[in-house]
Protein backbone atom coordinates (compact mmCIF):
# COMPACT_ATOMS: atom_id res chain seq x y z
CA UNK A 1 0.00 0.00 0.00
CA UNK A 2 1.06 3.67 -0.11
CA UNK A 3 1.82 6.04 2.56
CA UNK A 4 2.01 9.79 2.14
CA UNK A 5 4.04 11.15 5.13
CA UNK A 6 2.56 14.78 4.71
CA UNK A 7 5.14 16.49 7.60
CA UNK A 8 8.34 15.77 8.83
CA UNK A 9 8.35 12.83 11.04
CA UNK A 10 11.47 11.36 12.79
CA UNK A 11 13.20 9.06 10.65
CA UNK A 12 12.51 5.69 12.74
CA UNK A 13 8.80 6.37 12.36
CA UNK A 14 8.83 6.71 8.21
CA UNK A 15 10.93 3.47 8.17
CA UNK A 16 9.20 1.42 10.22
CA UNK A 17 6.23 2.32 7.69
CA UNK A 18 8.61 1.82 4.63
CA UNK A 19 9.24 -2.28 5.73
CA UNK A 20 6.29 -3.02 4.96
CA UNK A 21 4.47 -0.42 2.66
CA UNK A 22 5.56 2.19 -0.32
CA UNK A 23 6.43 5.73 1.61
CA UNK A 24 6.23 8.85 0.48
CA UNK A 25 7.58 11.96 2.34
CA UNK A 26 5.78 15.14 0.85
CA UNK A 27 6.16 18.15 3.92
CA UNK A 28 5.30 21.43 2.55
CA UNK A 29 2.86 20.51 0.10
CA UNK A 30 0.46 23.18 -1.03
CA UNK A 31 -3.29 22.83 -0.15
CA UNK A 32 -4.06 22.39 -3.72
CA UNK A 33 -1.03 19.73 -4.21
CA UNK A 34 -2.31 18.13 -1.34
CA UNK A 35 -5.84 17.61 -2.81
CA UNK A 36 -4.40 16.65 -5.77
CA UNK A 37 -2.48 13.71 -5.27
CA UNK A 38 -4.18 12.53 -2.57
CA UNK A 39 -6.62 9.83 -4.23
CA UNK A 40 -3.68 7.53 -4.87
CA UNK A 41 -3.15 7.10 -0.63
CA UNK A 42 -3.80 4.30 1.20
CA UNK A 43 -2.30 6.25 4.46
CA UNK A 44 -2.13 9.49 5.67
CA UNK A 45 0.69 10.87 8.53
CA UNK A 46 0.52 14.08 9.40
CA UNK A 47 1.24 16.52 12.58
CA UNK A 48 -0.33 19.45 13.18
CA UNK A 49 0.06 22.22 10.78
CA UNK A 50 -2.03 19.92 7.80
CA UNK A 51 -5.69 20.57 8.13
CA UNK A 52 -8.21 17.21 7.23
CA UNK A 53 -10.95 18.34 6.51
CA UNK A 54 -14.25 17.24 5.08
CA UNK A 55 -12.89 18.11 1.50
CA UNK A 56 -9.27 16.93 1.74
CA UNK A 57 -11.14 13.48 2.74
CA UNK A 58 -13.62 13.76 -0.12
CA UNK A 59 -10.84 13.21 -2.69
CA UNK A 60 -9.11 10.76 -0.57
CA UNK A 61 -11.33 8.31 -2.51
CA UNK A 62 -8.38 5.22 -1.34
CA UNK A 63 -7.93 6.42 1.99
CA UNK A 64 -8.11 3.86 4.86
CA UNK A 65 -6.26 5.50 7.99
CA UNK A 66 -5.17 9.15 8.87
CA UNK A 67 -2.38 8.94 11.48
CA UNK A 68 -1.81 12.14 13.64
CA UNK A 69 1.48 11.80 15.31
CA UNK A 70 0.92 13.54 18.29
CA UNK A 71 -1.93 13.75 20.78
CA UNK A 72 -4.80 16.06 20.17
CA UNK A 73 -6.28 15.44 16.75
CA UNK A 74 -7.94 19.17 16.35
CA UNK A 75 -6.53 19.27 12.28
CA UNK A 76 -8.50 15.67 11.80
CA UNK A 77 -12.19 15.98 10.87
CA UNK A 78 -13.45 13.49 12.80
CA UNK A 79 -16.94 13.21 11.65
CA UNK A 80 -15.94 13.53 7.69
CA UNK A 81 -13.51 10.55 8.42
CA UNK A 82 -15.91 8.35 10.15
CA UNK A 83 -18.70 8.91 7.49
CA UNK A 84 -16.28 8.21 4.68
CA UNK A 85 -14.97 5.09 6.61
CA UNK A 86 -11.52 6.10 7.37
CA UNK A 87 -9.61 5.49 10.74
CA UNK A 88 -7.73 7.73 12.72
CA UNK A 89 -5.01 7.24 15.02
CA UNK A 90 -3.23 9.20 17.36
CA UNK A 91 0.21 8.96 19.61
CA UNK A 92 -1.45 10.17 22.72
CA UNK A 93 1.48 8.46 25.59
CA UNK A 94 4.94 9.21 23.78
CA UNK A 95 5.65 12.57 24.44
CA UNK A 96 3.86 11.95 28.08
CA UNK A 97 7.67 12.48 30.09
CA UNK A 98 8.57 15.45 27.04
CA UNK A 99 5.11 17.26 28.55
CA UNK A 100 6.09 16.26 32.23
CA UNK A 101 9.80 17.40 31.92
CA UNK A 102 8.95 21.00 30.43
CA UNK A 103 5.78 21.73 32.98
CA UNK A 104 8.21 21.54 35.51
CA UNK A 105 11.29 23.35 33.85
CA UNK A 106 8.53 26.40 33.28
CA UNK A 107 7.98 26.24 36.76
CA UNK A 108 11.18 26.17 38.11
CA UNK A 109 12.11 29.34 35.44
CA UNK A 110 9.02 31.14 37.33
CA UNK A 111 10.30 30.32 40.62
CA UNK A 112 13.94 31.39 40.57
CA UNK A 113 12.85 34.32 37.87
CA UNK A 114 15.31 32.55 35.36
CA UNK A 115 13.99 34.46 32.35
CA UNK A 116 14.27 37.81 33.99
CA UNK A 117 17.42 37.54 35.68
CA UNK A 118 19.32 36.56 32.10
CA UNK A 119 17.24 39.27 30.08
CA UNK A 120 18.36 41.68 32.85
CA UNK A 121 22.09 40.04 32.60
CA UNK A 122 22.23 40.53 28.91
CA UNK A 123 21.35 44.16 29.00
CA UNK A 124 24.22 45.08 31.24
CA UNK A 125 22.58 44.93 34.87
CA UNK A 126 23.76 43.11 37.89
CA UNK A 127 20.87 43.36 39.94
CA UNK A 128 20.75 40.17 42.16
CA UNK A 129 18.12 41.49 44.64
CA UNK A 130 15.71 42.19 42.40
CA UNK A 131 15.46 38.24 41.51
CA UNK A 132 15.00 36.41 45.09
CA UNK A 133 13.09 33.57 44.26
CA UNK A 134 11.08 30.57 45.56
CA UNK A 135 11.92 27.08 46.81
CA UNK A 136 9.77 24.60 46.10
CA UNK A 137 9.77 22.30 48.70
CA UNK A 138 7.45 22.48 50.92
CA UNK A 139 5.04 24.52 48.49
CA UNK A 140 1.55 23.06 47.56
CA UNK A 141 1.07 22.06 43.93
CA UNK A 142 -2.54 21.31 42.29
CA UNK A 143 -2.83 19.26 38.98
CA UNK A 144 -5.94 19.59 37.34
CA UNK A 145 -6.50 16.95 35.37
CA UNK A 146 -4.47 12.90 36.54
CA UNK A 147 -3.99 11.62 33.00
CA UNK A 148 -0.89 10.21 32.15
CA UNK A 149 0.89 13.71 31.88
CA UNK A 150 -0.52 14.95 35.42
CA UNK A 151 0.95 11.66 36.83
CA UNK A 152 4.24 11.84 35.42
CA UNK A 153 4.35 15.68 37.12
CA UNK A 154 3.41 14.04 40.33
CA UNK A 155 5.79 11.43 40.99
CA UNK A 156 8.49 13.92 40.29
CA UNK A 157 7.13 16.62 42.40
CA UNK A 158 6.99 14.68 45.24
CA UNK A 159 10.75 14.19 44.49
CA UNK A 160 10.91 17.95 45.10
CA UNK A 161 9.12 17.26 48.16
CA UNK A 162 6.36 19.40 47.42
CA UNK A 163 2.78 18.66 48.59
CA UNK A 164 0.47 17.51 45.40
CA UNK A 165 -2.93 17.70 45.08
CA UNK A 166 -4.96 16.75 42.29
CA UNK A 167 -8.83 17.44 40.22
CA UNK A 168 -10.21 14.87 38.24
CA UNK A 169 -13.51 13.46 38.77
CA UNK A 170 -12.90 10.14 37.27
CA UNK A 171 -9.82 9.14 39.43
CA UNK A 172 -10.68 7.43 42.68
CA UNK A 173 -8.90 8.38 45.56
CA UNK A 174 -7.24 5.31 45.78
CA UNK A 175 -5.86 5.57 42.51
CA UNK A 176 -4.09 9.29 43.15
CA UNK A 177 -2.89 7.93 46.57
CA UNK A 178 -0.88 5.77 44.46
CA UNK A 179 1.13 8.88 42.83
CA UNK A 180 1.18 10.38 46.36
CA UNK A 181 -2.23 12.58 44.77
CA UNK A 182 -4.76 14.04 47.20
CA UNK A 183 -7.90 14.37 45.37
CA UNK A 184 -9.51 17.36 46.41
CA UNK A 185 -12.36 19.32 44.53
CA UNK A 186 -11.48 22.35 42.05
CA UNK A 187 -12.15 24.94 44.47
CA UNK A 188 -10.22 23.55 47.38
CA UNK A 189 -7.20 23.32 45.05
CA UNK A 190 -7.64 26.93 43.72
CA UNK A 191 -7.57 28.02 47.02
CA UNK A 192 -4.63 25.79 48.55
CA UNK A 193 -2.49 25.74 45.45
CA UNK A 194 0.88 27.71 45.76
CA UNK A 195 1.32 26.23 41.83
CA UNK A 196 -1.58 25.43 39.88
CA UNK A 197 -0.90 23.41 36.19
CA UNK A 198 -3.97 22.14 33.95
CA UNK A 199 -3.52 19.27 32.25
CA UNK A 200 -6.83 18.85 30.39
CA UNK A 201 -8.07 18.14 27.42
CA UNK A 202 -10.21 21.39 25.33
CA UNK A 203 -14.15 21.35 25.85
CA UNK A 204 -17.24 23.01 26.93
CA UNK A 205 -16.36 22.57 30.41
CA UNK A 206 -12.83 22.90 30.75
CA UNK A 207 -12.59 26.15 27.93
CA UNK A 208 -11.65 29.36 30.54
CA UNK A 209 -11.55 27.08 33.15
CA UNK A 210 -9.06 29.38 34.57
CA UNK A 211 -11.30 32.60 34.37
CA UNK A 212 -11.69 35.57 36.34
CA UNK A 213 -13.49 33.51 39.11
CA UNK A 214 -11.10 30.85 39.88
CA UNK A 215 -8.26 33.09 39.62
CA UNK A 216 -9.95 34.99 42.68
CA UNK A 217 -9.90 31.94 44.64
CA UNK A 218 -6.44 31.52 44.25
CA UNK A 219 -3.65 32.28 46.71
CA UNK A 220 -2.24 36.13 46.42
CA UNK A 221 1.31 35.40 44.59
CA UNK A 222 0.60 32.10 43.59
CA UNK A 223 2.22 30.72 40.21
CA UNK A 224 -0.15 29.28 37.06
CA UNK A 225 1.20 26.47 34.53
CA UNK A 226 -0.45 25.53 30.65
CA UNK A 227 1.04 23.01 29.30
CA UNK A 228 -2.15 21.68 28.00
CA UNK A 229 -4.27 23.58 25.69
CA UNK A 230 -4.58 27.25 24.50
CA UNK A 231 -8.16 28.26 25.52
CA UNK A 232 -8.06 25.84 29.21
CA UNK A 233 -7.17 29.46 30.99
CA UNK A 234 -8.74 33.07 29.99
CA UNK A 235 -5.39 35.00 28.71
CA UNK A 236 -7.27 38.55 29.12
CA UNK A 237 -7.88 37.92 32.87
CA UNK A 238 -4.48 35.81 33.77
CA UNK A 239 -3.00 38.75 32.10
CA UNK A 240 -5.07 40.93 34.21
CA UNK A 241 -4.38 38.56 37.38
CA UNK A 242 -0.34 39.53 36.47
CA UNK A 243 -0.31 43.09 36.22
CA UNK A 244 -2.15 43.97 39.51
CA UNK A 245 0.14 41.35 41.20
CA UNK A 246 -2.89 38.93 42.29
CA UNK A 247 -1.21 36.08 40.53
CA UNK A 248 2.91 35.78 41.25
CA UNK A 249 3.41 34.82 37.98
CA UNK A 250 2.44 32.52 34.69
CA UNK A 251 4.07 30.26 32.79
CA UNK A 252 2.27 29.18 29.28
CA UNK A 253 3.27 27.14 26.53
CA UNK A 254 -0.10 26.52 24.54
CA UNK A 255 -2.40 29.83 23.19
CA UNK A 256 -5.62 29.96 22.31
CA UNK A 257 -4.34 31.12 18.92
CA UNK A 258 -0.66 30.18 17.87
CA UNK A 259 1.46 32.25 17.23
CA UNK A 260 -0.08 33.94 20.26
CA UNK A 261 -0.50 37.44 18.06
CA UNK A 262 -1.85 40.52 19.87
CA UNK A 263 -2.45 37.47 23.51
CA UNK A 264 -2.31 40.23 26.38
CA UNK A 265 0.03 38.01 28.19
CA UNK A 266 2.66 39.20 25.49
CA UNK A 267 2.74 42.14 28.13
CA UNK A 268 1.72 40.92 31.11
CA UNK A 269 4.56 40.91 33.75
CA UNK A 270 6.26 38.17 35.34
CA UNK A 271 5.79 35.47 32.58
CA UNK A 272 7.65 32.77 30.85
CA UNK A 273 6.09 31.67 27.34
CA UNK A 274 7.21 28.93 24.73
CA UNK A 275 5.81 27.86 21.65
CA UNK A 276 4.11 24.72 21.93
CA UNK A 277 7.44 22.96 23.07
CA UNK A 278 5.41 20.34 25.23
CA UNK A 279 6.86 17.14 23.29
CA UNK A 280 9.72 18.71 21.62
CA UNK A 281 12.18 16.61 22.93
CA UNK A 282 14.60 14.44 20.54
CA UNK A 283 13.22 11.05 22.50
CA UNK A 284 9.51 12.51 22.29
CA UNK A 285 9.59 12.68 18.54
CA UNK A 286 10.89 9.50 18.07
CA UNK A 287 8.55 7.68 20.35
CA UNK A 288 5.59 9.96 18.75
CA UNK A 289 6.58 8.65 15.21
CA UNK A 290 7.36 5.14 15.88
CA UNK A 291 3.52 5.04 17.95
CA UNK A 292 1.69 6.82 15.30
CA UNK A 293 3.73 4.35 12.65
CA UNK A 294 2.50 1.15 14.60
CA UNK A 295 -1.43 2.23 14.86
CA UNK A 296 -1.23 3.06 11.12
CA UNK A 297 0.38 -0.65 10.49
CA UNK A 298 -2.25 -1.74 11.96
CA UNK A 299 -5.18 -0.91 10.58
CA UNK A 300 -3.79 -1.21 7.51
CA UNK A 301 -3.06 -4.84 8.15
CA UNK A 302 -6.85 -5.05 9.22
CA UNK A 303 -6.45 -5.16 12.81
CA UNK A 304 -7.43 -2.56 16.06
CA UNK A 305 -5.61 0.03 16.50
CA UNK A 306 -4.86 0.69 19.88
CA UNK A 307 -5.17 4.04 20.13
CA UNK A 308 -8.08 4.55 17.41
CA UNK A 309 -9.87 7.74 17.34
CA UNK A 310 -13.57 7.86 15.96
CA UNK A 311 -14.50 4.20 16.28
CA UNK A 312 -13.01 0.60 16.51
CA UNK A 313 -13.19 -1.61 14.01
CA UNK A 314 -15.55 -5.09 14.58
CA UNK A 315 -16.98 -7.54 12.35
CA UNK A 316 -19.54 -6.64 9.38
CA UNK A 317 -21.83 -8.94 11.07
CA UNK A 318 -21.57 -7.31 14.24
CA UNK A 319 -21.37 -3.70 12.88
CA UNK A 320 -24.56 -3.99 11.22
CA UNK A 321 -26.59 -5.47 14.11
CA UNK A 322 -25.00 -3.36 16.75
CA UNK A 323 -23.61 0.04 15.16
CA UNK A 324 -26.95 1.59 15.12
CA UNK A 325 -27.19 1.52 18.82
CA UNK A 326 -23.75 2.88 19.05
CA UNK A 327 -24.79 6.79 19.38
CA UNK A 328 -27.49 5.98 21.80
CA UNK A 329 -24.91 3.90 24.31
CA UNK A 330 -22.01 6.72 24.03
CA UNK A 331 -25.44 9.48 24.79
CA UNK A 332 -26.09 6.59 28.31
CA UNK A 333 -22.40 7.37 29.45
CA UNK A 334 -22.14 10.71 28.86
CA UNK A 335 -25.35 11.47 30.28
CA UNK A 336 -24.45 9.21 33.07
CA UNK A 337 -21.14 10.86 33.58
CA UNK A 338 -23.33 13.94 34.86
CA UNK A 339 -26.00 13.02 35.88
CA UNK A 340 -24.03 11.09 38.54
CA UNK A 341 -21.78 13.61 40.05
CA UNK A 342 -19.08 11.14 40.98
CA UNK A 343 -16.72 8.46 39.92
CA UNK A 344 -18.84 5.91 38.91
CA UNK A 345 -17.10 3.20 40.74
CA UNK A 346 -19.30 0.55 39.41
CA UNK A 347 -21.06 0.22 36.18
CA UNK A 348 -23.52 -2.37 34.77
CA UNK A 349 -24.66 -2.15 31.41
CA UNK A 350 -27.57 -4.29 30.54
CA UNK A 351 -28.33 -5.21 26.81
CA UNK A 352 -31.46 -6.26 26.37
CA UNK A 353 -33.28 -8.11 23.02
CA UNK A 354 -31.87 -8.20 19.88
CA UNK A 355 -28.57 -6.30 20.15
CA UNK A 356 -27.78 -9.13 23.11
CA UNK A 357 -27.34 -11.71 20.48
CA UNK A 358 -24.20 -10.17 19.43
CA UNK A 359 -20.65 -9.62 20.46
CA UNK A 360 -21.17 -6.09 23.03
CA UNK A 361 -17.57 -5.27 23.27
CA UNK A 362 -18.64 -2.10 21.38
CA UNK A 363 -21.37 -1.02 23.31
CA UNK A 364 -19.29 -1.18 26.36
CA UNK A 365 -16.75 0.68 24.52
CA UNK A 366 -19.40 3.31 23.46
CA UNK A 367 -20.35 3.94 26.74
CA UNK A 368 -16.96 4.57 28.37
CA UNK A 369 -16.45 6.80 25.17
CA UNK A 370 -19.05 8.61 26.46
CA UNK A 371 -18.21 8.36 29.98
CA UNK A 372 -14.63 8.98 30.10
CA UNK A 373 -13.87 10.58 26.48
CA UNK A 374 -14.10 14.47 28.02
CA UNK A 375 -11.62 14.12 30.45
CA UNK A 376 -8.72 12.36 28.36
CA UNK A 377 -6.93 13.17 25.42
CA UNK A 378 -6.66 9.43 24.71
CA UNK A 379 -9.84 8.87 22.66
CA UNK A 380 -11.57 5.69 24.29
CA UNK A 381 -12.03 2.65 21.70
CA UNK A 382 -12.82 -0.82 21.93
CA UNK A 383 -8.66 -2.38 22.45
CA UNK A 384 -8.52 0.44 25.37
CA UNK A 385 -11.89 1.19 26.72
CA UNK A 386 -11.19 -1.75 29.85
CA UNK A 387 -7.96 -0.30 30.51
CA UNK A 388 -8.30 3.18 30.56
CA UNK A 389 -11.60 2.23 32.67
CA UNK A 390 -9.66 0.55 35.42
CA UNK A 391 -6.56 2.85 35.57
CA UNK A 392 -9.74 5.10 36.90
CA UNK A 393 -10.88 2.45 39.72
CA UNK A 394 -14.23 1.74 37.48
CA UNK A 395 -15.42 -1.87 37.01
CA UNK A 396 -18.06 -2.37 33.94
CA UNK A 397 -20.12 -5.28 34.02
CA UNK A 398 -22.16 -6.36 31.02
CA UNK A 399 -25.03 -8.08 31.21
CA UNK A 400 -27.54 -9.55 28.49
CA UNK A 401 -30.83 -10.38 28.20
CA UNK A 402 -33.12 -11.35 25.06
CA UNK A 403 -36.32 -10.11 27.15
CA UNK A 404 -36.96 -6.28 26.83
CA UNK A 405 -40.62 -5.94 27.66
CA UNK A 406 -42.26 -3.62 25.42
CA UNK A 407 -39.14 -2.63 23.37
CA UNK A 408 -37.33 -4.62 20.79
CA UNK A 409 -34.27 -3.29 22.49
CA UNK A 410 -33.38 -1.81 25.85
CA UNK A 411 -30.10 -0.67 26.77
CA UNK A 412 -29.57 0.59 30.89
CA UNK A 413 -26.77 2.03 32.42
CA UNK A 414 -26.14 2.20 36.18
CA UNK A 415 -23.44 3.78 38.12
CA UNK A 416 -23.05 3.53 41.65
CA UNK A 417 -21.12 6.54 43.27
CA UNK A 418 -20.76 7.49 47.12
CA UNK A 419 -23.92 4.76 47.91
CA UNK A 420 -26.17 5.96 45.22
CA UNK A 421 -27.23 4.34 42.46
CA UNK A 422 -28.02 6.34 39.09
CA UNK A 423 -29.79 4.53 36.26
CA UNK A 424 -30.70 5.87 32.92
CA UNK A 425 -31.99 3.87 29.47
CA UNK A 426 -32.36 4.54 26.08
CA UNK A 427 -33.83 2.56 23.35
CA UNK A 428 -34.35 3.46 19.03
CA UNK A 429 -36.90 5.60 17.85
CA UNK A 430 -37.66 6.06 14.57
CA UNK A 431 -35.40 9.58 14.51
CA UNK A 432 -32.35 8.17 16.67
CA UNK A 433 -31.80 7.47 20.39
CA UNK A 434 -34.49 8.08 22.59
CA UNK A 435 -33.77 8.33 26.49
CA UNK A 436 -36.73 6.14 28.22
CA UNK A 437 -35.93 5.77 32.16
CA UNK A 438 -34.44 7.96 34.70
CA UNK A 439 -33.32 6.30 37.75
CA UNK A 440 -37.07 5.09 38.86
CA UNK A 441 -39.09 7.29 35.97
CA UNK A 442 -40.16 6.11 33.01
CA UNK A 443 -40.42 8.17 29.93
CA UNK A 444 -40.01 8.30 25.89
CA UNK A 445 -37.86 11.54 25.04
CA UNK A 446 -35.10 12.16 22.34
CA UNK A 447 -32.02 13.26 24.00
CA UNK A 448 -30.83 16.99 23.38
CA UNK A 449 -27.22 18.86 22.91
CA UNK A 450 -28.71 20.92 26.28
CA UNK A 451 -31.06 19.19 28.57
CA UNK A 452 -31.97 20.61 32.05
CA UNK A 453 -33.61 18.34 34.71
CA UNK A 454 -35.29 19.33 38.02
CA UNK A 455 -36.13 16.77 40.92
CA UNK A 456 -38.70 18.99 42.84
CA UNK A 457 -41.57 18.31 45.04
CA UNK A 458 -44.87 17.95 42.49
CA UNK A 459 -46.55 21.52 43.74
CA UNK A 460 -49.11 23.98 40.95
CA UNK A 461 -46.70 26.57 39.25
CA UNK A 462 -43.34 24.67 39.39
CA UNK A 463 -43.35 23.82 35.43
CA UNK A 464 -44.31 27.53 34.94
CA UNK A 465 -41.66 29.21 37.26
CA UNK A 466 -38.71 27.40 35.42
CA UNK A 467 -40.37 27.66 32.41
CA UNK A 468 -40.09 31.32 33.16
CA UNK A 469 -36.95 31.81 34.37
CA UNK A 470 -35.47 30.40 31.37
CA UNK A 471 -37.39 32.70 28.96
CA UNK A 472 -36.79 35.78 30.70
CA UNK A 473 -32.71 34.40 29.90
CA UNK A 474 -33.72 33.70 26.38
CA UNK A 475 -33.34 30.08 26.82
CA UNK A 476 -35.91 28.31 24.69
CA UNK A 477 -37.57 24.86 25.32
CA UNK A 478 -37.37 23.03 22.62
CA UNK A 479 -39.25 19.64 24.82
CA UNK A 480 -40.34 18.78 28.10
CA UNK A 481 -40.88 15.42 29.95
CA UNK A 482 -42.32 15.40 33.29
CA UNK A 483 -42.41 11.71 35.21
CA UNK A 484 -43.26 11.71 38.81
CA UNK A 485 -44.15 8.50 41.36
CA UNK A 486 -47.69 10.12 42.51
CA UNK A 487 -49.87 13.47 42.98
CA UNK A 488 -47.88 15.79 44.94
CA UNK A 489 -44.61 13.39 45.61
CA UNK A 490 -41.15 14.04 44.08
CA UNK A 491 -41.23 14.81 40.30
CA UNK A 492 -38.52 15.10 37.73
CA UNK A 493 -38.86 17.48 34.97
CA UNK A 494 -36.25 17.24 31.97
CA UNK A 495 -36.33 19.91 29.66
CA UNK A 496 -34.71 19.95 26.36
CA UNK A 497 -33.18 23.37 25.21
CA UNK A 498 -31.80 24.98 22.64
CA UNK A 499 -29.58 26.91 24.33
CA UNK A 500 -26.91 26.41 27.14
CA UNK A 501 -28.08 27.27 30.88
CA UNK A 502 -26.25 30.32 32.26
CA UNK A 503 -25.08 29.60 35.88
CA UNK A 504 -26.98 32.34 37.31
CA UNK A 505 -30.45 31.00 36.16
CA UNK A 506 -29.81 27.30 36.92
CA UNK A 507 -28.80 29.31 40.31
CA UNK A 508 -32.06 30.95 40.66
CA UNK A 509 -33.45 27.79 40.26
CA UNK A 510 -31.89 25.61 42.21
CA UNK A 511 -32.99 28.25 45.44
CA UNK A 512 -36.57 27.60 45.01
CA UNK A 513 -37.89 25.98 48.64
CA UNK A 514 -39.56 22.87 46.21
CA UNK A 515 -36.38 22.39 44.04
CA UNK A 516 -34.17 19.32 45.31
CA UNK A 517 -31.90 19.17 42.56
CA UNK A 518 -30.80 20.57 39.74
CA UNK A 519 -28.24 19.51 36.70
CA UNK A 520 -27.42 20.92 33.76
CA UNK A 521 -26.97 17.64 31.26
CA UNK A 522 -24.63 18.73 27.89
CA UNK A 523 -24.67 15.89 25.06
CA UNK A 524 -23.33 17.77 22.72
CA UNK A 525 -19.41 17.28 21.28
CA UNK A 526 -17.67 18.62 24.38
CA UNK A 527 -19.38 19.55 27.66
Given amino acids: MRILVAEPLAREGVERLREQHEVDERPGLSRSELCSIIGVYDGLVVRSQVQVDADLLAAAGRLIVVGRAGVGVDNVDLDAATRAGIAVVNAPTGNTIAAAEHTLALLFALARRISAADASIRRGEWKRSQFTGVELRGKTLAIVGLGKIGQAIADRARALEMTVLGVDPYVTPEQAALHGVELVEFEVALARADVLTV ?54 DVFEQEPPVGSPLLEAPNTVLTPHLGASTEEA ?72 EFDASPLTAAVLRGLLGPTTTERVNLVNAAALARARGITLVERKTREAGQFAALLTLSGESDGRTTRVAGTLGAGGPRLSRLDDYWLDMAPT ?6 RHHDRPGMIGRIGTLLGEADVNISAMHVARTAPREDAFMILALDDDVPDAVRDAIRSHEAIIDVWTIRLGGDH
Avoid at 209 to 224: D, E, S
Avoid at 230 to 237: F, K, L, S
Avoid at 298 to 304: I, N, S, T
Avoid at 449 to 454: A, E, Y
Wanted: proline share 8%; glycine share 12%; aromatic share 4%.
Fill in 449 to 454: DVMLIT
Fill in 285 to 356: QVLVAEEVADQVLDVLAGRPARYAVNAPLVTPETAQAIGPYLPLAETLGRFLGQFARGVPRTLTLEIAGDPA
Fill in 199 to 252: HVPISRATRGLIGPQALGRMKPGALLLNVARGGVIDEAAVADALHDGHLGGAAI
